[in-house]
């Protein structure tokens, strides 16, 4: 079973970027399929972006679209989130995710589909 670490966030102002980490340990890293959530104070965990075990497939949230950007570097174990021009409705508590098996662009969206998680890093974006 993989384990997962995330790093990077911190506070910015809007329009700023963030680079968000995600290493793993403990588990053959490369074949998993890694996701992206975040939750804001008083919601759910929503979806942000997902990428493939083999990078092949990514996939974004609308509200993200555009202004992130996930990729992986399977020798490093680690999986990024590439963030730009962030806005105030980005705060959140980011989280990745790891799981394994057939992974449809829906099931990908979908906080079940995944069976591991990292702790969270707070990203917060003022105005």
């Known amino acids: 079973q993989v384990q997962l670490v995330e790093s990077g966030g911190g506070l910015v102002q809007a329009g700023g970027s963030l680079r968000l980490s995600c290493t793993a340990s403990?588990?053959?890293?490369?074949?998993?399929?890694m996701g992206w959530f975040r939750q804001a104070p008083g919601k759910e965990r929503e979806f942000v972006a997902r990428?493939?075990?083999?990078?092949?497939?990514?996939s974004y949230a609308d509200s993200v679209k555009g202004r992130f950007t996930i990729s992986r570097d399977n020798t490093e174990n680690t999986v990024y989130l590439q963030m730009n021009n962030l806005k105030p409705e980005d705060t959140a508590l980011y989280y990745c995710?790891?799981?394994?098996?057939?992974?449809?662009?829906?099931?990908?969206?979908?906080?079940?589909?995944?069976?591991?998680w990292g702790q969270g890093t707070q990203v917060a974006v003022s105005s």
């Open positions: 995710a790891a799981g394994r098996g057939a992974q449809t662009e829906r099931s990908s969206t979908l906080p079940s589909w995944y069976d591991t």
């Open positions: 403990g588990g053959i890293f490369r074949l998993y399929s």
């Open positions: 990428i493939s075990s083999s990078s092949i497939y990514t």
